[in-house]
């Protein structure tokens, strides 16, 4: 109520200065008509977020902290149709040209993000909600581990409040999957090992089983309860047996149905792995390239991008060679680089622990650096976490979460350990450049701490190919100011380069072209450094989430474009870190406006 009636205060204070009798100049009007659109703006981005009990959750806010986000159709629906109507008064009421340059993005990003969502509507059923990557399954637990913070007796409550309502929201995840698989959409065979596994973790363990060690839920809500100070023992003991028989009575059987539909729907799935197959398979994929990559560019040019990449990053790998005096073809390097066991720290706690420390020193080493690229960095810190044992079968190989706005989290560089020899060490430190900094950690805590922009900016959709595009770009940048010292760690970087270069010959191989699992498999093994295991997770992915694994590479050339272009046209008067502030003081962007923003700069340099 204190913040509507500020936002209706706000609203009189400028209708009536707005009829005042002095003159008003065109800069002064706006600004204030941008401020109103803003403010409009927000109310839609805030209006959202009451509606999504999570991201409330995750932005610190606890209005509904004890009910999850509805997930049915009927709810997609209603959010496109608000969506639309924001869209539809937003332009009503606020002319562009009556607005500042920045409040103008805004609303073309605005009207970017709606008609995107709009277009991509009538495929809606074109996916997995279950999938060995993520889907509720797997993201509730995670949720409430890691996102959902118990700070008193009313957040322990709605996290119990939440584990008995788990039966309702899986009730609606198995109806997604039915619509699907009358819609001709089952996930390939292979899924569904992984993500019965998956189901099977997260109920074992107390009070799912009456032996052994607590469950990770469990553990959890223990852990938390047991940390507050203003409940005393019997209180504690009163919210864990609650939190138990929520787990025991809603949880369980939850999950229990949720694993009898994916076993019956097991039976009727088959091995065809691309998006080709589903009933709009062509237009489909076509419009998830475009949604991905934020361009028109088509599955026949990405597929040409990635092999004359990967053929480019091959050259450089011999350079390499040469550095290290290898005797040998490129394969014989691989294998060395595969199997030699100077890359690989021990499956153990030790190991495991040394991995994380050094993770950790790249990182701190990176910060002590960031001047030199930087003139914008951000407040919230960052920390390395190895990814939770419940959840390492499913999980990434490395990835990021972002802190919380209110700075009560950090964001977290998590690395998956449950098999060391995934994690080569040489991978290392380009591994912590793209997920922590000046990788996703820069570009997604800055963007959240940006000042006079509306908040779906900050928060909102996350352009992929701009965001995983910056994450690649990262890897780079780093060696221009002399990191990388040890060519094998040098390797590491253009190893991974290869991997994103790879990603875009196999992901438009398996969903146009039509190839087999197994031939994407085999187009990584043979062109890659990484290990068969890593080329099956990969694929796997890549198979269940069509057409983004082309967001790095699309999105690092198109920024490395951007970026040679500057310099050639402003040639003394380029300053990297002035492009870098131009990347990521607007928030995520689709590429072509980001391209506008940057010929503006370099516009601007020029004149100036």
Known sequence: ????????????????????????????????????????????????VATHPQIETSLGIKTHNDQWNDISDEAAKRDLETAQKNLA????????????????????????????????????????????????????????????????QKDAQAYIARLNSISKLFDQLIANLKERE??????????????????????????????????????????KVGALKDVDMVGRDRLILDARKAMTDSVKPAYTKLIAALQAQEKKANDDAGAWKFPDGAAFYEFALRRTTTTNLTADQIHETGLKEVERIHGEMRKI???????????????????DPQFYLPQ???????????????????????????????KADIVVKAVEKFRESSAGKAFYNQPAPDGSRPGMFYVNLSDMKNNPTYELESLAHHEGIPGHHMQIAIAQELKGIPKFRKFGGRFTAYTEGWGLYSELTPKEIGM???????????????????????????????????QAIDYLKQNTPNAETDCIDSINRYIVMPSQATAYKIGMLRILDLREKAKKELGAKFDLRQFHDVVLTNGPLPLDMLEQLVDAWVKSKGSG
Request: contains cysteine; aromatic residues 12%.
């Open 1 to 48: 109520m204190h913040k509507k009636f500020l936002i209706v205060l706000i609203s009189v204070l400028s209708t009536f200065l707005l009829a005042a009798p002095e003159p008003t100049s065109p800069a002064d009007q706006a600004g204030s008509e941008s401020k109103r659109a803003n403010e409009f703006l927000d109310k839609c981005f805030d209006e959202f």
């Open 484 to 518: 990388y010292q040890d060519p094998y760690s040098d390797f590491g970087r253009l190893s991974l380069e290869l991997w994103r270069a790879g990603r875009l010959v196999v992901d438009t191989g398996i969903h146009s072209k039509k190839w087999t699992r197994q």
């Open 89 to 152: 008064e937003l332009k009503r009421q606020f002319p562009k040209e009556k607005l500042d340059k920045q409040t103008q993005l805004s609303c073309d990003l605005y009207q970017f993000q709606v008609d995107r969502e709009t277009e991509g509507f009538k495929f809606r059923l074109d996916n997995y909600p279950v999938n060995q990557m993520g889907g509720v399954h797997s993201e509730i637990p995670t949720f409430l581990i890691n996102i959902h913070k118990i700070d008193s």
């Open 348 to 378: 153990t706690e030790e190991g495991q622990q040394k991995y994380l420390a050094m993770a950790t020193k790249i990182v701190d080493d990176m910060k002590k650096r960031l001047d030199e690229l930087f003139i914008t960095k951000p």
């Open 321 to 339: 060679m040469e550095k290290v005096h290898f005797k040998g073809d490129l394969q014989a390097f691989f294998k060395f680089m595969r199997e």
């Open 182 to 223: 009358e819609h001709g959409v089952i996930p390939p065979k292979f899924v569904f090992p992984l993500v019965l596994e998956a189901c099977q973790k997260v109920i074992k363990g107390q009070p799912f089983e009456e032996a052994g060690p607590p469950s990770p839920l469990l553990e959890d809500f223990t852990k």
